[in-house]
């Protein structure tokens, strides 16, 4: 399998190649696999050519692994077979209504649960008191970890731990951002953040069925749904993503209720 991602400044897009067998397959010593790597990195728009090995990590054998994505003003290292949204002309205004819905006041403690190389969590650090983003994928984490730096960022720190572990053992938790896979989030997660009873849950997902199914937990346990959008990510196709925020009832702004934009 061939994957490939969009990195690199709006002006001048490139492509991060990964390189991934099927069916448990190594093709690590296949014949051939170096001059495949350097025939495709010397394609026009091809920035890097990497390999996913059997045990999952990633090798890169033509150029950095690492490459720089821009998002409206901001710019993000991207680990080669890291989780990154693909709609790039859509994500500025994406995280525009993330920052929005998080509401932040300056001192807030802000988590991002399944950060990937934290998109969301390095978005809100200008205005939160302290993020702290939880992303199992150890070299994402890395990424995040180096955009930060970048940015002069000291109020951001990285977890490379499952959310269902790393979740309770965080310090006061004011406001969440969640991105979870199309299964929705673990339910150790959701019982976890009931228990933490932060402000507000800015809720990104990717599968509308599995958001209503966590948004209905979250309702039994007195959140409401204040926020709720529909962005077509995936034009021409059936997919939808839903950005929510689900508030505790006793902490909602009068009238917001149900409200969308």
């Given amino acids: 399998l061939l994957h490939a991602q969009v990195v690199g400044p ?5 492509l991060q190649l990964l390189l991934e067998a099927v069916d448990g397959l190594a093709i690590d010593a296949a014949p051939g696999l170096a001059d495949t790597a350097a025939a495709l990195v010397a394609q026009r728009g091809v920035e890097s050519v990497s390999l996913r090995e059997p045990d999952g990590g990633v090798r890169a054998l033509q150029g950095d692994p690492f ?13 080669a077979g890291a989780f990154f949204q693909s ?40 205005a939160a008191g302290h993020v702290t983003v939880i992303e199992i994928e150890p070299v994402a984490s890395e990424a995040g970890r180096r955009t930060a730096a970048r940015w002069g960022r000291r109020n951001v720190d990285f977890v490379a731990a ?16 969640v991105d979870p896979p199309r ?14 009873a932060p402000e507000a849950i800015v809720y990104v997902s990717c599968n509308p069925a599995t958001f209503a199914r966590d948004a209905a937990a979250f309702a039994r346990a007195g959140y409401a749904v204040e926020h709720l959008s529909l962005w077509d990510f995936y034009p021409q196709t059936v997919h939808i993503e839903v950005v929510a925020r689900l508030t505790r009832v006793g902490s909602m702004v009068p009238g917001e209720r149900g409200r969308g934009s």
């Fill in 67 to 79: 490459a720089t994505v821009e998002i409206g003003d901001l710019d993000f290292l991207l680990p």
């Fill in 87 to 126: 709609n790039l002309q859509l994500l500025p205004d994406l995280l525009a209504r993330v920052r929005r819905l998080a509401g932040l006041a300056g001192g807030e403690e802000v988590a991002d649960l399944y950060g990937g190389v934290g998109v969301f969590g390095l978005a809100l650090s200008e």
């Fill in 10 to 14: 709006a002006a001048d897009r490139r």
């Fill in 162 to 177: 499952p959310a269902e572990e790393a979740v309770a053992d965080l310090p006061r938790l004011d406001r969440v951002v």
């Fill in 183 to 196: 299964t929705g989030l673990d339910r150790r997660v959701v019982e976890a953040l009931i228990t933490r």
